[in-house]
T-cell receptor
């Protein structure tokens, strides 16, 4: 059973701090990795994708991938109350199939 | 100019009824999906269609029958609804590099 594991949280950080969200996956053959944000009552929206080992930065967001450890993370710098949401880690295992983690709830306190 | 749209947005029905959810995307994508998100927010793939052909069927009960009349549309028909079918159903289409674009969701409540 291919799985994607995330700590469900909630993760609470003060405004302006760095939020660190983590994810592990079981399928070593996975090639594509994604972070989606889902506000309560809304649909998931893509924040970042990463394919290669290392870091990828986009504004306040940095995705990190370590394929040897089967580990993906998302850092949010200068966290804002508007970042409060559930963050879903997703892994494409090939063949049109993406597996989502259960999500980590993030609260940013003003 | 909505990218992925679903109807209806809310669906409240009795056990045993049959209902349908419709999805349309105007992004020109070849691949579309149905996902189910339960009360614990776990998002699970149900079906995947590529160019109107079924690619993935994730051990979903055969009461659920998807249909893709063309690559811009993917509908979901559910027969004999059960309490456990209550969830949010998301349609999605697949963009560049396997990124998914989700519809607004259909909130199904079976009483």
């Amino acid at each position: 059973q291919k799985e994607v594991e995330q700590n469900s949280g909630p993760l609470s950080v003060p405004e302006g701090a760095i939020a660190s969200l983590n994810c592990t996956y079981s399928d070593r053959g996975s090639q594509s990795f994604f972070w989606y944000r889902q506000y309560s009552g809304k649909s998931p929206e893509l924040i970042m994708f990463i394919y290669s080992n290392g870091d990828k930065e986009d504004g306040r967001f940095t995705a990190q991938l370590n394929k040897a450890s089967q580990y993906v993370s998302l850092l949010i710098r200068d966290s804002q109350p508007s970042d409060s949401a559930t963050y879903l880690c997703a892994v494409n295992t090939g063949g049109f199939k993406t597996i989502f983690g259960a999500g980590t709830r993030l609260f940013v306190k003003a | 100019d909505t990218a992925v749209s679903q109807t209806p947005k809310y669906l409240v029905t009795q056990m045993g009824n049959d209902k349908s959810i419709k999805c349309e995307q105007n992004l020109g994508h070849d691949t579309m999906y149905w996902y189910k998100q339960d009360s614990k927010k776990f998002l699970k793939i149900m079906f995947s269609y590529n160019n109107k052909e079924l690619i993935i069927n994730e051990t979903v009960p055969n009461r659920f029958s998807p249909k893709s009349p063309d690559k811009a549309h993917l509908n979901l028909h559910i027969n004999s609804l059960e309490l456990g079918d209550s969830a949010v159903y998301f349609c999605a289409s697949d963009g560049q590099q396997e990124t998914q674009y989700f519809g607004p969701g259909t909130r199904l409540l079976v009483l």
